[in-house]
């Protein structure tokens, strides 16, 4: 028996109360027990003195978790009043539940928030790069003054009664949730809430920033019944352009039950056609701004050899194809087989474009042996047919980042210039270090609050060696 369940152990407190010290990656201010022991809280701000509710707090555990439920001594900028009460510990805890994820900041104001998060990427870069690096958080344009309102996509879990909810954070449990302030209106305004969605395990939802027509996408349990949810959904749908899509248990497809499987999504001259389950940049502005910026920042050349890696849709590709003109050329590469699909087919008439499926460390050592080993029973391209070596990279990640092989072998390719997007600080910092071990200088880093309300920053780094 281990000490967290041994009557005979000491049992840590419930509540603490406790002065917070500094922000750290991930959402949590970091505060000490008299007894010296660490305690990550959520939902507080340097230098208050909260009471702290204990969320994990083993005895033997290295440190603890926490959640404010008191205010004692506050912050000039905390908020008066949180941005989602579901979010909001002081309220939630009130009435014995914990709150849901995905505001976790949204106790402080604005400003307040971005220069957290301009601390935290400084910090990862300092300690995990080795780069001393000024850090300013950018806000996005047109934000709303309270950072509602800018979420594009939501996901939802479906309890028992069928119900839409979402997880607290480090939970399985779903609290039902009526509304979500984050998200667009459009999302809002389909009333997923008032729907018996029984059977269903996720939902996904996407309504384009232009105000086009939203698209809701169930995944269903193998004990689903497809008729009835078909007919609930129905309901949603009649008279209203919305699309709905469908993905069995096991079936590879997703079928579509009202209106078209995929959204439309635009950011300059440009279109794109994104399926439920592809992927796309959230905030409203963020396609606009980044198609602009991260292209800009790889500054490719008429003539020139573009590598687009983790493209998704190829919301970058498109720039690229413009800069690189009809004598260069653009390689994207993309994992997804849902999204890449989404790619072939807007790029279908671009000849210099070449999308590629598949995991990015694998596509390079099958195009590029020479940067790195082959997958087995994969031949060097002949010569003359394979692509010509970049002159740019474009890299835009997921959160766990490139990692090691990739960095390792766009080190080996020797490109003139790297513009690394990233979500997540650390895994980016840890990637930049590697490139500053091979003898690369980090050229300039910018940072975007693209998620505003929630621990979560956008930075664009650019590399040359």
């Given at each position: 028996m281990s000490p967290a369940t041994d009557p005979a152990a000491p049992a840590a407190p419930a509540e603490l109360e406790l002065r917070l010290g500094p922000i750290a990656h991930g959402g949590h201010t970091v505060a000490r027990t008299a007894e010296g022991r660490v305690v990550f809280v959520r939902h507080g701000l340097p230098g208050e003195r909260v009471r702290v509710r204990l969320t994990e707090a083993a005895p033997e555990a290295r440190f603890w978790r926490g959640d404010v439920v008191d205010v004692l001594q506050a912050d000039p900028h905390r908020r008066e009043r949180h941005a989602w009460e579901l979010a909001d510990p002081l309220v939630t805890w009130a009435r014995g539940r914990?709150?849901?994820?995905?505001?976790?900041?949204?106790?402080?104001?604005?400003?307040?928030?971005?220069?957290?998060?301009?601390?935290?990427?400084?910090?990862?870069?300092?300690r995990l790069a080795g780069l001393e690096h000024e850090v300013v958080v950018?806000?996005?344009?047109?934000?709303?003054?309270?950072?509602?309102?800018?979420?594009?996509?939501?996901?939802?879990?479906?309890?028992?009664?069928?119900?839409i909810g979402m997880h607290p954070h480090r939970s399985a449990e779903?609290?039902?949730?009526?509304?979500?302030?984050?998200?667009?209106?459009?999302?809002?305004?389909?009333?997923?809430?008032?729907?018996?969605?029984?059977g269903a395990e996720r939902v996904d939802v996407a309504a384009p920033a232009d105000g086009g027509a939203?698209?809701?996408?169930?995944?269903?349990?193998?004990?689903?019944?497809?008729?009835?949810?078909?007919?609930?959904?129905?309901?949603?749908?009649?008279?209203?352009?919305?699309?709905?899509?469908?993905?069995?248990?096991?079936?590879?497809?997703?079928?579509?039950?009202?209106?078209?499987?995929?959204?439309?999504?635009?950011?300059?001259?440009?279109?794109?056609?994104?399926?439920?389950?592809?992927?796309?940049?959230?905030?409203?502005?963020?396609?606009?701004?980044?198609?602009?910026?991260?292209?800009?920042a790889a500054a490719a050349r008429p003539g020139e050899h573009a590598l687009d890696l983790y493209a998704g849709a190829g919301l970058f590709t498109a720039a690229l194809a413009d800069a690189v003109g009809g004598d260069g050329t653009v390689v994207a590469v993309e994992g997804s087989p849902v999204t890449s699909a989404d790619a072939r087919?807007?790029?279908?008439?671009?000849?210099?474009?070449r999308v590629e499926r598949g995991s990015v460390e694998k596509v390079l050592g099958r195009l590029w042996p020479e940067a790195g080993p082959a997958p087995r029973g994969r031949r060097r391209p002949a010569r003359?047919?394979?692509?010509?070596?970049?002159?740019?990279?474009?890299l835009d990640p997921?959160?766990?980042?490139?990692?090691?092989?990739?960095?390792?072998?766009l080190v080996a390719l020797a490109p003139r210039r790297v513009a690394y997007l990233a979500c997540d600080p650390?895994?980016?910092?840890?990637?930049?270090?590697?490139?500053?071990?091979?003898?690369?200088?980090?050229?300039?880093?910018?940072?975007?609050?693209?998620?505003?309300?929630?621990?979560?920053?956008?930075?664009?780094?650019?590399?040359?060696?």
């Open positions: 914990a709150p849901v994820g995905g505001a976790e900041l949204g106790h402080a104001e604005l400003p307040a928030q971005r220069q957290l998060k301009a601390a935290v990427v400084a910090e990862q870069l300092s950018e806000a996005m344009p047109g934000e709303d003054p309270r950072g509602l309102g800018w979420r594009t996509r939501a996901h939802f879990a479906v309890d028992a009664a069928g119900r779903i609290v039902p949730v009526n509304g979500f302030p984050l998200v667009l209106p459009a999302i809002d305004g389909l009333r997923l809430a008032e729907l018996d969605l029984r939203p698209l809701v996408h169930l995944t269903l349990a193998p004990e689903a019944d497809g008729g009835r949810l078909r007919r609930e959904l129905g309901r949603l749908a009649a008279g209203r352009d919305v699309s709905v899509t469908a993905r069995a248990a096991g079936a590879r497809e997703p079928e579509t039950w009202a209106g078209r499987p995929s959204v439309v999504e635009h950011a300059g001259p440009y279109r794109w056609e994104v399926s439920a389950e592809g992927f796309w940049q959230i905030h409203r502005c963020a396609p606009g701004l980044l198609h602009r910026a991260v292209p800009d087919r807007t790029f279908a008439d671009r000849p210099q474009v003359g047919r394979g692509p010509a070596r970049p002159d740019v990279v474009l997921p959160r766990a980042g490139a990692g090691r092989t990739v960095v390792d072998q650390a895994t980016l910092a840890r990637d930049l270090g590697r490139f500053r071990r091979a003898g690369w200088r980090v050229r300039s880093v910018r940072a975007f609050d693209m998620y505003p309300n929630t621990h979560h920053v956008e930075t664009l780094a650019v590399l040359e060696p």
